[in-house]
């Protein structure tokens, strides 16, 4: 029974993946948890978020973000790094340091998701090549893991609409039966 | 989000997993167009642009359509909403793209085999003249207020709603509204007992940004609120939007 057990814990993790919106992926390994509190994070290492960003404010230089289950505000400066990956709706990691009472952010990074154990990374040379000949010709099934609304405004040609939730709740129904077949994920970016 | 998944197929079974990491962003940055599905198409709040000749257009066209023909398009660029999704097709619908992307309108899609694709999968055309004019409204997003509803709190208050002004001291010194709260973004979680419990909060700042964090600040503590979105400027003591 210890299968079940696992795979309910997968189907946790995702749901609470999912719940963050969008594209954001922790390790895919299961043994992160993707609802960490805020407390523990921060006694971790008290001076570095992670989470989505809710917004930026470039008139009051604030960024805010969603970490564990709660709303958090750093500010910025021009002296802070890599404000191009704070782009709202995505994962970011911001290190800060505190002046007074205000949190400023020294560093923003994307948080980039990491690949799952046996599973390899397709750039879009090979995309564009497989996409032209088809998924017949090309025996392959290409799935966007985005939210269904996402995918019918503009979708790659050819691919297959599978969020996240009806892939943890009916998975094996909506795969090709020949498990051989080349599968290729995708949704709305690299975090 | 692709990376569980294919976690989850890999657990399932399938032996040739891969991800596409650049994902749809880039797929386009690669020069590639994306496809609007058919449903989305028909009831979507899309502009819909045939990019044929009138007469090629009025012969046959898919429902809500604007005809703009492919060498006319530049004269429309300044008609199009960049926030607007836009799904295009007619001969050359790939070049269109371009020119849309090039002009800060991005949000816009194919028809999945073009027009014959489109009927091909059982979609129907209609004859006569299309629309020749874009007219796009942006519908509300979750959270958000409308303009109209806005201005009558603010300008003529109310019992139940109050305007809450999250700029900033140095921009409110053109104007605010007669009926508001103001407390700057930066102090709100500090100030948050001047806030009625009782009264939804209409929050604006200069464009929306910060208002909708203020709003999301304002749900997380229990208070009723939606933001607008939309650009202020106050001049003379008088704030208007738009």
Known sequence: MKKIKVLRLVAFLVFAGFLAGGCVGNTGSGTQSAAAPTSAVEKKDANVYKGKVAGVSNKAKSISMVVGKDLVMVKFDDDTKGMDHAKKGEAAIVHFEVRGADKFATVVKPKLAKLPAGVTEIQSEEMIGLVALGPEKGGFFLVDSRPAGRFAAGHVPSSVSIPVGAMVAKGAELLPADKDTLLVFHCGGPT | ?242
């Open chain 2, 1 to 242: 989000m692709s990376s569980k998944s294919a976690g989850l197929a890999k657990k399932l079974g399938y032996t040739n997993v891969k991800i596409y990491l650049q994902g749809v962003p880039g797929w386009k940055k690669a020069g590639q167009s994306v496809v609007a599905s058919d449903a989305f198409i028909q009831k979507g709040n899309i502009i819909l642009v045939d990019l044929r000749s009138e007469k090629e257009s009025a012969a046959g066209h898919i429902a809500r359509t604007v005809n703009i023909p492919y060498d006319e398009l530049e004269d429309y660029l300044d008609d199009f909403d960049s926030k607007a999704p836009v799904v295009i097709y007619g001969d050359n619908a790939k070049g269109a793209r371009k020119e849309l992307a090039q002009a800060g309108i991005k949000g816009v899609s194919l028809i999945d085999g073009g027009l014959q694709g489109y009927q091909a999968r059982g979609g129907k055309l209609v004859s006569g003249e299309p629309a020749t004019e874009i007219e796009w409204v942006r519908k509300l997003g979750k959270g958000e207020v409308s303009s109209e509803e806005f201005l009558v709190v603010a300008e003529e208050g109310s019992a139940t709603q109050v305007v809450l002004d999250v700029r900033g001291a140095e921009e409110t010194v053109g104007g605010t509204f007669s009926n508001v709260i103001t407390i700057p973004l930066d102090n709100l979680e500090a100030r948050m007992a001047e806030l009625p419990k009782d009264k939804e909060m209409l929050v604006h700042c200069t464009t929306g940004a910060r208002a909708e964090m203020a709003h999301t600040v304002l749900k997380k503590a229990g208070f009723k609120s939606r933001f607008l979105v939309g650009d202020l400027s106050c001049e003379g003591g008088d704030c208007t939007v738009e």
